[in-house]
């Protein structure tokens, strides 16, 4: 680990840098977004980058476009709602691509195994995202396939912020009850599809970028059958990224979804001429 923490450089850029406007609207998200949204995510990026430090790591160089990509994504999910700007991370980690991580596994009985893991991403209860550039910019590239690995991790620090990682974030008076209900019965239900049927290969943390007809048949990652977390953070990709899908196939959690975050993805004017 510390040898790729001597390599990291910190990166800010100015809130008023003249090309972040440009490089936002660039973004294929900012086509699909009504213009409150709009308005709003040209707002909440540059405070995102004021407040947060994104850092290269494993000899990436670091670019604005990065940056304002990752801000984008992760602000997206802050759009039309109270919030503190995910108050627990402070460090986005971005590495090339895809890279490995070790970790630490506590079996029953205290025995400890040290695995290696090939990641795409990773969130910190308290700290930091790591995320895979060559992964955030295919799904920048790619935003209507239903995976999005920067939504998948800060959907995990929106989870975390009420002090557990367990699939239930802080949640409006009142929906505690169906979310607990709704989201169980939809968890269990994805993981028994999961035990029964064959799936895309999803074993890296988030979803696997596989585009593939068997993929986008599953809307819910069968990653999400990981645990009641995971299932929080795809159902959340799904959402915003297979918005006509989540609300088609899973209307429950499209509809509790739409309540938590305050928006309706499904009805965005991106979406029209695409099918469902
Ligand atoms: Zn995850």
């Known amino acids: ?11 800010h850029f100015s809130p008023a840098g003249p090309a972040l406007g440009p490089v936002l609207q660039s973004l294929p998200l900012w086509a699909m977004l009504p213009a409150q949204d709009q308005a709003e995510l040209a707002q909440l990026v540059p405070r995102f980058l004021a407040r947060k430090s994104i850092e290269a790591c494993g000899g990436l160089v670091l670019t604005q476009a990065m940056c304002v990509a990752i801000a984008a994504n992760a602000c997206l999910l802050l759009l039309r709602r109270k919030h503190d700007l995910f108050p627990h991370m402070g460090t986005v980690l971005l590495y090339p691509a895809a890279y490995v991580a070790q970790h630490t596994q506590v079996h029953e009985g205290g025995l400890e195994e040290q695995r290696q893991d090939v990641l795409l991403g990773e969130s910190w209860q308290r700290g930091n995202v790591v995320l895979s550039w060559q992964d955030v910019a295919l799904d920048c590239a790619n935003i209507d396939d239903g995976f999005n690995v920067t939504l998948h991790e800060f959907a995990h620090q929106l989870d975390a912020e009420n002090g557990a990682m367990d699939g239930a974030p802080s949640l409006p008076a009142g929906l505690a ?24 290969d999803s074993a890296t943390e988030s979803a696997a970028e596989c ?41 429950a959690v499209y509809s509790l979804l739409a309540q938590y975050f305050n928006q309706d993805p499904a009805s965005w004017p991106g979406w029209s001429g695409q099918a469902p």
Do not use: I, N
Not at 1 to 9: A, E, G, S, V, Y
């Open 211 to 251: 585009a593939d007809s068997d993929a986008a048949d599953w809307v819910l990652d069968p990653y999400g059958a990981e645990d009641p977390a995971e299932f929080f953070a795809v159902a959340t990709e799904a959402f915003f990224e297979d918005s006509p899908g989540l609300k088609d196939r899973h209307p």
């Open 1 to 11: 680990m510390f040898q790729w923490l001597r390599k990291r450089k910190r990166a």
């Open 177 to 200: 009850k169906p979310w607990a209900d709704t989201m169980a019965a939809e968890y269990a239900a994805l993981c028994a599809r999961a035990e029964s049927e064959p799936a895309p």
